[in-house]
């Protein structure tokens, strides 16, 4: 794993671009945009990655499918509404330490400074507590034995909430999208929400690959899905091979670093 202990100011210029936006297109940071859906606002969820393949086959017979399998039976038993709550309290101090960005971000809870969490506490695919699992989140059989299920007040579609009420309301299983978001949040962060959500969201398959759990979006939700969408290409089984110029790319983003984050955040 590469960090950043230090963040030395570089002095860079970046050129600041005026871009014209029509009504359907997203643009990103970079300056280029990606065409919305123009479906009849059915859900869409992407089948391939940005190269092209098809990903996260859980059928598939494999000893690494074993192995998965044998991670999400202690996850779905692990990840419960207080177990939650209670890692939202001790790692929502922000008490570890001060430095600047790491290359894999808020995966450093797997590391003893940060309290050595076992990888189901985490990794792996995110869901909503406080209300049924869905059948959707994958090797969802073992939520069995999950001590949630003993509480009729979870065990409804709503749950402990309202139709709409937003993700920003709902208690997500922990791990390093969670406390990611945490640390962009609580150290001023200033990116956007759609961002931020991306961050906090990008494991969240139940909803962006199955569908699953969209009662409770909120208008702005639903936009930032469209986000959402767009990363999910680049994100799971989607690294190159090729290995990339570090210092030709380095001053673009040290240059988004600088804009969007503090020199040292809280962690």
């Not at 309290?115 to 909503?128: K, M, N, R, S, Y």
């Not at 962009?184 to 906090?200: C, D, M, Q």
Request: glycine share 6%; with cysteine.
């Amino acid at each position: 794993m590469t960090i950043l202990i230090e963040q030395p100011h570089f002095g860079l210029e970046v050129e600041t671009k005026t871009i014209t936006c029509v009504t359907n297109e997203l643009v990103l940071d970079g300056g280029f945009p990606v065409p919305k859906s123009e479906s009849d606002g059915a859900f869409e969820a992407p089948e391939i990655n940005s190269f092209g393949h098809t990903f996260r086959d859980y059928n598939a017979e494999s000893e690494r499918q074993k192995t998965v399998e044998e991670f999400y039976r202690v996850n779905h038993i692990s990840q419960s509404y207080d177990f939650v709550k209670k890692m939202r309290e001790e790692y929502g101090k922000l008490d570890k330490i001060e430095m600047s960005i790491w290359e894999y971000l808020g995966k450093v809870l797997l590391l003893p400074r940060f309290g050595e969490l076992p990888q189901w506490a985490v990794v792996g695919d995110t869901f909503p507590l406080g209300c049924a699992f869905d059948e959707s989140i994958v090797h969802h059989k073992y939520f069995k034995n999950n001590s949630d299920i003993n509480n009729p007040a979870y065990n409804t579609k709503n749950g402990i909430y309202q139709e709409e009420c937003g993700l920003e309301n709902v208690v997500m299983s922990w791990g390093h999208d969670d406390y990611m978001y945490l640390v962009a949040k609580e150290n001023g962060s200033t990116l956007p929400s759609a961002a931020l959500f991306v961050i906090r969201y990008h494991s969240f398959y139940p909803l962006h690959r199955a569908g699953a759990y969209t009662h409770l979006l909120n208008e702005e939700d639903k936009e930032n899905l469209k986000w959402l969408q767009i990363f999910n290409k680049y994100d799971l089984y989607s690294k190159s091979k090729v290995r990339v110029d570090v210092e030709k790319v380095k001053p673009y983003y040290l240059s988004l670093i600088e804009k969007y984050f503090p020199a040292k955040l809280r962690w």
